[in-house]
DNA sequence: TCCTCCTATGCAACTCGTTGCATAGCAAGC
DNA sequence: GCTTGCTATGCAACGAGTTGCATAGGAGGA
């Protein structure tokens, strides 16, 4: 189970309440880890009574007020003592491949439309890691400390894992684009 | 859910007992998708209960006997409309991705090792899958039908699979070496 | 003979994740 | 005044997945 140490990294990285943390998660933390808002507070409950996280009521105002959680030290020594856990190499789930797979025993041809709009999704998604990085690592403000700046492990790290989503989205579109073209081969023959 | 249907299309590919289901979940079944013998027990009885699978008991010499299952026209019609519902691209949870960013809050070269297994995980992964190709889709004798052999949907199919999956560990092997540079980096600096 | 390993099937308890629903304040537009 | 939409929090029920344990026959080695 890693949804509590990815609260806790989205948490170091920066403090905020339930709802701002489900964001998170439909944005950077997402992308590699999804997480639905009943899923966060539910978590968030509990690593408040385990003194993971500190609580403070925050009043705001046009709109509801909210509760903004920070790590606390035994949050930080829970992290740390799963960073140093081996974890072993995680389960791979691929609907997509069992689809292919099964439209062996149905209609290849049909499988078209749906393989083309994951495409399409990924094409989006890498689109958006793209501009992210643009933005964030590469682009001209990004670097306007210089050459001579620091290294910030934080954003180091940061970088190197939206690369690894980068190649990814790569990896995925160049596959898609050979299932389809396995797909249409069959197509004239039916 | 998908398990259900990934049994189906093992099971269209070749009738099997759970227990011969649980070995080829831990192969090329389980390449895209995970799964134990309980958990698998326990869907084919529902399965089984619902009528899309028909089982056979057969008795074996020297070997506890078996129960085996094969596919009824109920399944094949609940694949068949499974594979007619768009799905949605898959949620990803990457444990590792997690760690790394993590790292910036503990000592990231406590990771190095961690990340090193990792590597070797998937580079083992995919000597499997590239003797699995050769064998079974670009060897000499996967051949031996001659290129004028009709197009075999089934074969195709697997075999479009399982280069995504080489695709996939060539990926992940290209990224965590560019992971272990990044965080060699901070090695010297602390 | 005992121990271990492999085939083969399964239950029970628990945790994790999803789905559906509920509440409540405020803003903006029709 | 009404509806829609966004912020913000949460419960309840269910389904999926994991972990631990149990049983049982036979093979092979110490």
Redesign the pocket.
């Known amino acids: 189970?890693?949804?509590?140490h990815a609260i806790l990294v989205s948490l170091l990285e920066k403090p905020g309440?339930?709802?701002?943390?489900?964001?998170r998660f439909e944005r950077s933390i997402g992308y590699f880890?999804?997480?639905?808002?009943?899923?966060i507070?539910?978590?968030?409950?509990?690593m408040e009574n385990d003194g993971w996280v500190d609580v403070r009521d925050?009043p705001?105002?046009?709109?509801?007020?909210?509760?903004?959680?920070r790590v606390a030290d035994l949050g930080r020594a829970a992290l740390s003592s799963w960073l140093h856990d081996p974890i072993e190499p995680e389960?791979v789930?691929h609907d997509l491949a069992v689809k292919i797979r099964g439209a062996a025993f149905d209609d290849p041809t049909a499988l078209i439309r749906e393989v083309e709009r994951h495409r399409q999704a990924h094409r989006d998604r890498l689109a958006h890691y793209l501009a992210g990085e643009a933005r964030d690592f590469t682009g001209p403000e990004a670097n306007a400390a210089g050459p001579q700046a620091p290294l910030d492990a934080e954003r180091e790290l940061q970088h190197v894992v939206l690369r690894g989503g980068i190649a990814y989205e790569r990896m995925m579109i160049d596959w898609l684009d050979g299932v389809l073209a396995t797909l249409a081969r069959f197509g004239p023959a039916r």
Not at 17 to 23: P, Q, V, W
Not at 41 to 46: A, F, G, H, S
Request: glycine content about 6%; charged content about 30%; aromatic content about 10%.
């Open positions: 189970m890693a949804l509590e309440s339930g709802y701002e943390l489900a964001r880890w999804t997480a639905s808002h009943q899923q507070y539910r978590v968030l409950k509990r925050v705001q105002q046009g709109r509801p007020d909210k509760k903004e959680y389960s789930r």
